[in-house]
């Protein structure tokens, strides 16, 4: 079965620098979905973009799909101390009934 | 809309004991899926459930894990005989069966097997 994976695993940044991360994929999707998940606690759905869409924007987040390369990038701009947390991709799959997840990426914002 | 409702937060089981997590989906959805959470992993699907039927258990363990969402009441997933590799956060998740808004994920329940 396919599986998000995002590079890099950890990123440590200054506030209000960029934080970019990275998925790949390995099968046909419906939708990718980036997800946010605080020390300890549930996930938050964060953005998802379809598979005949290229780039979507929600507030600060920015995230690109390249279905050619199987890949999408989730970008956070002017980033806050409060935007620490665990990122994840996760694609929705033609034919399955469930998200396929990545390991995550570890975002730390230094104030 | 008080979303999608796990219970409980933290459960703490010993050796061989049963557990029982269960999780109410959000309003208005019907369709339930179960994923779980090593420490430093990303979530590993587990089954996914309608109203009385079960659509796709293909990531639940064989033996000792079951699950059910019946017609009433809340989503269970129920752990039979715990042993300490079941540790783990068990997150639950709902969605409308229908567009493609998301998922909306529970809070999770922390399964300490001792």
């Known amino acids: 079965s396919q599986q998000g994976e995002e590079d890099p695993q950890a990123l440590s940044i200054q506030e209000g620098e960029n934080a970019t991360m990275n998925c790949s994929y390995k099968?046909?999707?419906?939708?990718l979905q980036w997800y946010r998940q605080n020390s300890g606690r549930g996930l938050v759905h964060l953005i998802l973009i379809r598979s005949n869409e290229r780039e979507k924007h929600s507030g600060r987040l920015r995230v690109t799909l390249d279905t050619s390369k199987k890949s999408s990038s989730l970008l956070i701009t002017a980033s806050r101390a409060a935007d620490t947390a665990s990122y994840f991709c996760?694609?929705?799959?033609?034919?399955?009934?469930?998200?396929?997840f990545g390991k995550g990426n570890q975002v730390v914002v230094i104030p | 809309n008080a979303g999608v409702m796990q219970n409980p937060r933290h459960l703490v089981r010993r050796r061989g004991q049963e557990a029982r997590l269960r999780c109410s989906p959000m309003?208005?959805?019907?369709?339930v899926y179960w994923y779980r959470q090593l420490p430093e992993e990303g979530l590993k699907f587990m089954v996914y459930?309608?109203?009385?039927?079960?659509?796709?258990e293909s990531g639940m363990p064989k033996e000792r894990f079951s699950a059910e969402f019946p017609k009433e009441g809340p989503s269970i997933l129920r752990i039979q005989q715990v042993v300490r590799g079941d540790s783990a956060a068990y997150f639950c998740?709902?969605?409308?069966?229908?567009?493609?808004?998301?998922?909306?994920f529970g809070s999770g329940t922390r399964l300490t097997v001792v």
């Open positions: 998740a709902s969605s409308p069966g229908w567009g493609d808004n998301g998922y909306t």
């Open positions: 099968t046909s999707i419906n939708n």
């Open positions: 996760a694609t929705d799959a033609q034919g399955n009934n469930r998200l396929a």
């Open positions: 459930l309608q109203k009385e039927n079960i659509i796709d």
């Open positions: 309003k208005g959805h019907s369709h």
